[in-house]
């Protein structure tokens, strides 16, 4: 399935991976590598280039900042072609998914450098709200959700005080904080983040992707 940002172009400007921040809390055990999906040995699925992690910690200062602070949790960071593969039929080998929701859901592992997966480029991190004590908040539908209900604007019509509206209310403060610093958001993903891939370009109006797919993915 293409996407509208495949066309932009890329041109990469050759930053590192590098490890999360000890800022930012992780999801642990990493929810691919507990479903056994195919990291090489010894690899670090929390990996962001380097300009996307200095702008993540400056959108969990916004979070902190807050009269009611929250900080990140990081579900998701970069992701291998073999991984990405592996989760596409992980998720199509569920009963009841449709080969239409499987292709929303997730980019095609494309070995094609002009059309890498966000992921694959070390752009795009997934994420949700905790505590400052480390607790998840509750987002009305989990990550890697299937259908409507992992759209980021799905409770936008919930009736005042009612838990579908703090759902919204928790996923708007999310986007807030993260376009604080840059981000955009997947038009279908509450959760997915990226900045300087082809989503990036396409959503800001940039000429082009300065990130495309790393030579680890």
Do not use: K
Not at 105 to 122: I, V
Not at 205 to 217: D, F, K, L, V
Request: net charge negative.
């Amino acid at each position: 399935m293409g996407r509208p940002w495949h066309p932009i172009p890329i041109v990469d400007n050759g930053e590192p991976l590098l490890p999360l921040s000890p800022a930012l809390l992780r999801w642990q055990p990493h929810p691919y590598q507990a479903l056994g999906a195919p990291y090489p040995a010894g690899s670090d699925p929390f990996q962001l280039r380097q300009r996307v992690l200095e702008r993540l910690l400056q959108a969990q200062q916004v979070l902190r900042d807050h009269s009611e602070p929250l900080q990140f949790l990081i579900f998701d960071a970069f992701r291998p072609l073999a991984v990405q593969q592996f989760m596409v039929d992980h998720t199509r080998a569920q009963p009841g998914v449709t080969e239409e929701q499987v292709l929303a859901l997730w980019a095609e592992p494309s070995a094609d450098p002009t059309t890498p997966p966000p992921h694959s480029t070390g752009a795009a991190v997934d994420l949700t709200l905790a505590t400052p004590d480390g607790v998840p908040l509750e987002m009305g539908g989990e990550i890697d959700a299937v259908g409507a209900i992992g759209h980021p604007d799905h409770f936008a019509d919930a009736e005042p005080a009612s838990a579908e509206a703090i759902f919204h209310q928790r996923r708007c403060r999310l986007h807030r904080a993260m376009t604080s610093a840059g981000f955009v958001r997947h038009p279908n993903e509450w959760w997915h983040f990226s900045w300087g891939d082809q989503l990036w370009a396409w959503s800001s109006g940039a000429p082009c992707a300065i990130y495309g797919r790393t030579p680890q993915a």
